[in-house]
T-cell receptor
Framework: RKEVEQDPGPFNVPEGATVAFNCTYSNSASQSFFWYRQDCRKEPKLLMSVYSSGNEDGRFTAQLNRASQYISLLIRDSKLSDSATYLC???????????FGKGTSLLVTP | EPEVTQTPSHQVTQMGQEVILRCVPISNHLYFYWYRQILGQKVEFLVSFYNNEISEKSEIFDDQFSVERPDGSNFTLKIRSTKLEDSAMYFCATMGQGKKLFFGSGTQLSVL
């Protein structure tokens, strides 16, 4: 089983739509969870941390379900500039190495 | 805003040659990393470095790879004898508060 699994997409949505991405992870000992964003051939950039209670940052909402080892990201009111690959990231056993999912591709169209 | 800087942005080399990729980490960060991303694939962990020594490494990080911090500012990744399959984007990263990783813009390595 892959350590971090994501639906690769692509997700094609119109501007203004709401879109949700899911991620599952295999290491039940993982303690830290993140969503990163990666534009084509650029470095990953932190979008947001994911907390057990769920957290929101503007149009973005992240949820964590430790029992199911499942993380989600919801984007409301999609903008053209949201088009990117969204990477689910989870700490490995040591707690200081981060494992990346392969990413989910989002294309927001006019 | 402090950032991780990497040089060169592109490196072309012949198979079997040695390459050194350079990174200047964010100054007050303590954990440093190298990741790589083969085109179309996921970002893969190579090695982490803390207190001037390797703290963790992946299966990818074999004897052909080494890291060091030669002068207290630069953080380097050396590949001793490059192979075709080493062609990838190599990212340096540092870890800030809350285990958040900050990445450099990467070095695209092409092995011919």
């Amino acid at each position: 089983r892959k350590e971090v699994e994501q639906d690769p997409g692509p997700f094609n949505v119109p501007e203004g739509a709401t879109v949700a991405f899911n991620c599952t992870y295999s290491n039940s000992a993982s303690q830290s969870f993140f969503w990163y964003r990666q534009d084509c051939r650029k470095e990953p950039k932190l979008l947001m941390s994911v907390y057990s209670s769920g957290n929101e940052d503007g149009r973005f909402t992240a949820q964590l379900n430790r029992a199911s080892q499942y993380i989600s990201l919801l984007i409301r009111d999609s903008k053209l500039s949201d088009s990117a690959t969204y990477l689910c990231v989870v700490t490995a056993n040591s707690g200081y190495a981060l494992n990346f999912g392969k990413g989910t591709s989002l294309l927001v169209t006019p | 805003e402090p950032e991780v800087t990497q040089t060169p942005s592109h490196q072309v080399t012949q198979m079997g040659q040695e390459v050194i990729l350079r990174c200047v980490p964010i100054s007050n960060h303590l954990y440093f990393y190298w990741y790589r991303q083969i085109l179309g694939q996921k970002v893969e962990f190579l090695v982490s470095f803390y207190n001037n020594e390797i703290s963790e490494k992946s299966e990818i990080f074999d004897d052909q790879f080494s890291v060091e911090r030669p002068d207290g500012s630069n953080f380097t990744l050396k590949i001793r004898s490059t192979k075709l399959e080493d062609s990838a984007m190599y990212f340096c990263a540092t870890m800030g508060q809350g285990k958040k990783l900050f990445f450099g813009s990467g070095t695209q390595l092409s092995v011919l």
